[in-house]
């Protein structure tokens, strides 16, 4: 039988407790709110005041649906008065000693069956529940800011929690019309654990000047549909928020990906905080203000020095090379494309006339404006056919041997002057500029899958790309339409170098039976609006170009905690390798 819980206390009427006491009596439920004193106590009822004006003006609540729920808090500034509640969330500042403290007052002054729950983002649930005599029924119950509105509650049992307190407490979740997600008790829980690995990882690529704050944070909004960059989101986080939670979980993981990167130190020391302060990785116009005032243009690129682009030369005829010429012959450029044979350059040409033909069923095309790109494109089988081109853009299989030999063959036919790029999104582009006479003509330009759609192109220079090289290949970005952004030739670029640690630190959590890889992807997807969660996105990216990326970082960094988690090798070796094949973390 599950509990009655009609009545719930909440301890603490900060942001998130006053929020937590919203969504209860949105639902109907009494609540008692404790706060220290009376001049807590009215701030508190202030913050549920100001909510409840909001939702009002935003049609949420009517005047009488706010009244009712505010009279169902009552606020008081004694624990003594939570003798009769059924449930208890606790809500206090993250201070171990001063929940530990309320924890066993509350054993003293509350029923034996009664649950605590603490709503702690960081800290250990077993080193809370040891101070009371009931460890069994303390869970850890994490709502995220602002509860009224995100959906997310990460449910945490620790070694001695009763299991049907776990499913009392998630079925509680739910009645309150949240999505619950069961962990494990370790630093950070899901979302926080896998969030700022990503986070942190991300203030290092800008700390080595790897990529301006600009372009990491365009690199994973355009090219993983993120609803915010790295950068940006550490400012709303606040950098001292999230040094604290960093420290705490690389002292429970002792994982130097977790080590908080220096420059978050040293930032906060200068008190550049985020947005509270009005100042943190970018500036605002004042604290508190979402409006940027400093933000320069995406790089920091001379755009006059670019050489003039009139025809490509595309060469492949797969997805990707497909795609890229109808980028850019949709865009007014001659394309002249590349194939084995002349049966694959027609079927390629097909291709690109399946996909103009879409379009204008759409209605993002005009016929008129369809027909003329594909006569745009004219499919050639010789390399010769491309010696007067501007810009050649590779496409073929990611196998070095491959390209190489592509670069090899156009370095003897194309014009002095034109600029020779690849597509690879993991391959060191200096290896294909090595097979060249010419590697200062030769950078990377890596389009996202399907390129017709998706807006970031990274735009990779080795240590030998001319600086006007890197000028052109930003300024054809911008001419097709592209968002393009800077980056140095490592492996992994910027969006698969944040990307790719992050999925396998999913895997490896779901690996330690931490969490199931649906409670993983709704805490991703909830939690921290992802588009996808890391398995569903594993899955669809393939297992097996997973496991290469991954290898790919490993190699490079030597980096343990980037090491390929055993269990995603495991599944790639029993052929389990995602969609493509019907299963792989989850059947098809």
Do not use: W
């Amino acid at each position: 039988m599950a509990r009655e819980i009609s009545t719930v206390g909440v301890v603490g009427l900060g942001t998130m407790g006053a929020g937590i006491a919203e969504v209860l009596a949105r639902s109907g439920l009494d609540v008692v709110a404790v706060e220290l004193d009376e001049a807590a106590v009215e701030r508190g009822l202030g913050h549920l005041r100001h909510s409840t004006e909001r939702a009002l003006a935003g049609g949420k609540l009517d005047e009488a649906g706010r009244e009712a729920l505010l009279g169902r808090i009552r606020a008081t500034t004694s624990l003594a008065d939570l003798s009769e509640v059924d449930l208890v969330i606790e809500a206090i500042p993250e201070n171990l000693a001063a929940k530990a403290e309320v924890f066993t007052q509350l054993d003293q002054v509350t029923r034996p069956d009664v649950v605590f729950a603490s709503n702690t983002s960081s800290l250990s649930i077993t080193e809370i529940g040891v101070h009371t005599a009931r460890p069994g029924k303390v869970v850890g119950m994490h709502f995220f800011n602002p509860a009224p509105v995100l959906k997310l509650v990460e449910v945490v049992r620790t070694v001695v929690t009763e299991p049907d307190v776990v499913s009392d407490v998630v079925e509680f979740a739910q009645r309150l019309g949240k999505s619950p997600v069961v962990m494990g008790d370790r630093a950070g829980f899901i979302a926080n654990a896998l969030l700022f690995g990503y986070l942190n990882h991300a203030v290092r690529m800008y700390e080595q000047r790897y990529a301006t704050r600009e372009d990491l944070d365009a690199a994973m909004r355009f090219g993983c549909g993120y609803p915010m960059g790295p950068l940006a989101l550490l400012d709303l986080i606040g950098l001292d928020t999230a040094y604290e939670i960093l420290d705490t979980m690389y002292h429970q993981s002792r994982n130097r990906l977790h080590a908080p990167a220096p420059l978050l130190k040293q930032m906060i020391t200068a008190g550049q905080l985020g947005r509270k302060s009005g100042h943190g990785f970018y500036a605002y116009d004042a604290p508190d203000s979402p409006v940027v005032v400093d933000s320069i243009a995406s790089s920091e690129v001379d755009s006059s020095t670019a050489r003039e682009v009139r025809s490509v030369g595309v060469i492949g005829t797969g997805t990707m090379a497909t795609g890229i010429a109808e980028v850019f012959a949709k865009r007014g450029f001659d394309v002249v494309l590349r194939a084995r044979s002349t049966e694959k350059a027609q079927a390629s040409v097909a291709k690109v006339k399946k996909s103009l033909d879409k379009a204008v069923v759409k209605g993002k095309l005009s016929e008129e404006d369809a027909s003329a790109a594909l006569a745009r494109i004219r499919p050639v089988t010789e390399f010769e056919e491309l010696a007067e081109v501007d810009l050649v853009v590779e496409a073929v299989a990611e196998e070095l041997s491959v390209k190489q030999a592509v670069f090899s063959a156009l370095d003897e036919v194309v014009r002095p002057g034109a600029v020779l790029a690849t597509t690879t999104s993991s391959l060191p582009v200096i290896e294909c500029a090595a097979a060249t006479s010419r590697p200062g003509d030769v950078v990377g330009l890596h389009f996202f899958n399907p390129a017709p759609v998706m807006k970031l192109v990274e735009v990779v220079s080795t240590i030998a790309t001319a600086p006007d090289v890197t000028a052109t290949a930003t300024a054809v970005c911008a001419a097709v339409g592209k968002h393009p952004v800077q980056c140095g030739d490592r492996a992994g670029f910027i969006v698969n170098a944040l990307l790719f640690p992050y999925l396998n630190d999913a895997v490896k959590m779901l690996e330690a039976h931490y969490a199931s890889a649906d409670d993983i992807d709704t805490a991703m997807k909830v939690g921290c609006g992802l588009p996808m969660g890391p398995f569903e996105l594993l899955d669809v990216v393939g297992l097996d170009v997973s496991l290469a990326i991954e290898r790919t970082l490993f190699n490079e960094f030597r980096e343990e905690g980037f090491a390929p988690a055993p269990l995603l090798e495991h599944l790639v070796t029993a052929g389990r390798l995602g969609r493509k094949t019907g299963k792989g973390f989850k059947d098809y």
